[in-house]
């Protein structure tokens, strides 16, 4: 009678342990698929037949509800790293999510470093960007989803948006109060930070750029293509009136010689920078009250072409949730209505459907399978 009763114990016991170990949400992987749409509630694989992408499946499936779409997704290999957060964000909602486009898994890591300022993807390595009243912060996630380093700047510092890996060198562009260079309260400068993922994060090199004199770049966007770092201008502040204009250009920066050159867009305000696999275009998202607008750069030609999403309706313009590169550059974007494919070689609208989404459902990333689209 002991015995049994004793046996009985362990079982509700073990059984009690069982239930209360995290389970990891899995999802079903779909051979078939050439393009993965992930929202905050499912997981929809697309199949591509002449320049046509057709809804195969749809998943549904928790993945985030906070998340801030300037920086919410990046892919590496088979994963796609999502970051949810936001000033408004309850704690159970903060994480870092891994989803496994291999075994189908989706992983949720909570932690209070998710991407507030800015974020950035190696094919080891995680990156997001913080800011509190005495620091600039960059932390280190595995592709899993854990943190495994973090490092402070000994000031305040803005990081970029963007962080970017190109094999062991991690850059990102940093915006500080420069004591040396005497500017009023306020001003900042900006120097690109070289990082290496070998050496531990050790600080390798930096370059300016900011000029110098009384009219200050105000920098958002960062792409490194070759031996070439690229930065978006957004606007440009005067050190003496403090007045702010509109920026409308790209600094290119040479990594070697420190050569500098500047491409003049035809739209303001360029934000966030997408290079195609292949390094022969620069996608520029501009940040234009009202509208959706892209700049398409031909970097062997410096040629610029336009892509404007509003079909002047005049009805609220939608948002551009995430966006893709294929190998064969062909950019597909999702909004929050629509997914479009475009062609980058003449900038012209190849495919817009419906998305199929359900309530308080929004695109958070695009995810090409490589072996017939390729990937960013």
């Given amino acids: 009678m002991k015995r049994s009763y004793l046996f009985g114990i362990l079982f509700l016991f073990f059984l009690l342990l069982s239930c209360s170990k995290v389970q990891t949400p899995m999802f079903q992987v779909d051979p078939e698929s050439n393009l993965y749409l992930v929202t905050s509630k499912s997981i929809q694989s697309y199949t591509k037949k002449e320049n046509k992408l057709e809804l195969h ?5 928790d993945v985030a509800t906070y998340v801030n779409l300037w920086f919410s997704c990046l892919n590496s290999g088979d994963k796609m790293i999502v970051t949810e957060g936001d000033d408004f964000a309850p704690i159970d909602h903060q994480n870092i999510i891994s989803i496994d486009f291999s075994k189908g898994e989706i992983r949720k890591n909570h932690t209070k470093n998710y991407a507030m300022m800015g974020s950035g993807i190696s094919s080891n390595y995680f ?33 970029s948006s963007q962080i970017v890996a190109n094999n062991s060198n991690v850059y990102a562009e940093i915006a500080y109060q420069d004591p040396k260079r005497n500017r009023p309260e306020g001003v900042l400068d900006s120097d690109l930070i070289v990082l290496n993922e070998k050496e531990h994060w050790k600080e390798k090199d930096r370059i300016r750029l900011t000029s110098d004199g009384k009219k200050v770049e105000m920098l958002e966007g960062l792409a490194i293509v070759k031996d070439r770092a690229f930065v978006s201008i957004s606007a440009i502040r005067d050190t003496d009136t403090f007045e702010k204009v509109a920026g409308n250009q790209l600094l290119s920066v040479d990594l070697h010689t420190g050569e500098r050159k500047l491409f003049t867009l035809p739209n303001p305000y ?45 009805e609220t313009p939608e948002e551009i949730n995430s966006f893709t590169i294929s190998n064969e550059n062909m950019l597909y974007l999702a909004t929050d209505q629509h997914l479009l494919q475009y062609s980058l070689k003449d900038a012209k609208l190849i495919e817009k459907q419906k998305l199929k989404l359900g309530k308080d459902d929004f695109p958070i990333g695009l995810r090409i399978v490589e072996k017939d689209l390729g990937s960013n």
């Fill in 57 to 61: 499946r749809v998943e549904k499936i």
């Fill in 127 to 159: 990156y997001t960007a913080q800011t509190d009243a005495n620091s600039g912060i960059l932390t280190v996630f595995s592709l899993n989803g854990k943190q495994v380093f973090q490092k402070k700047f000994n000031q305040m510092t803005a990081i």
């Fill in 270 to 314: 360029p934000n966030m920078l997408y290079p195609s696999p292949d390094n022969h275009y620069l996608v520029v998202k501009h940040e234009v009250e009202g509208k959706n607008i892209l700049s398409v750069l031909d970097l062997q030609n410096e040629t610029i072409k336009a892509i404007v999403l509003d079909d002047n309706s005049g």
